[in-house]
């Protein structure tokens, strides 16, 4: 059973047409919640999305009803991190960004976590 009871969809956003299969995406992860899949322009040698599934616009429209969802996301991240083959902490290791809003940074307005990890120096950040 999936976290949330339903999967808000918005037609106009490129990752509810990643989740719905509708433009391909690498796919490094999936369940009934969230789907995690490489960045089309990576940053960094090992650099992936994890998103809801649902339709969420950022990390502000946030509400307890989200807080198992995105615990899940935390603690999913390493693990996913070294299935890419980010080396072990301490040594290796990875960093998660979410830019949220015009200030954070942020260009696609569907929640998501940046998950960067590999070889130094990286491109951006
Ligand atoms: P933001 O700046 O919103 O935090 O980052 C959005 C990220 O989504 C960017 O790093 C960008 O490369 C990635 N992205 C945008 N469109 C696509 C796409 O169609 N497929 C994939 N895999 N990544 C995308
Ligand atoms: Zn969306």
Redesign the pocket.
């Known amino acids: 059973m999936s976290i949330l009871n339903h999967h808000a969809h918005d037609d106009n956003c ?2 509810c ?2 989740v719905a299969g509708e ?1 391909p ?2 796919k490094v992860y999936e369940d009934e919640d969230l789907l995690a ?7 960094a040698p090992i ?1 992936f ?1 994890m998103i809801p599934k649902a339709h969420i616009p950022s990390m502000a429209q946030l509400t307890p009803e989200h807080e198992q969802m995105m615990g899940k996301i935390m603690v999913k991240a390493g693990e996913l991190a070294l299935s890419q083959g980010a080396l072990p902490y301490p040594e290796g290791g990875f960093r998660i ?3 949220t809003g015009h200030h ?6 569907h929640l ?1 976590v ?1 998950v960067l990890a590999g070889e130094r120096p990286w491109q951006k950040i």
């Open positions: 490129i990752f047409k990643i433009i995406s690498k899949f490489h960045d089309i322009k990576p940053w650099h999305l960004v979410a830019n954070g940074g942020q260009e696609v307005h998501h940046h």
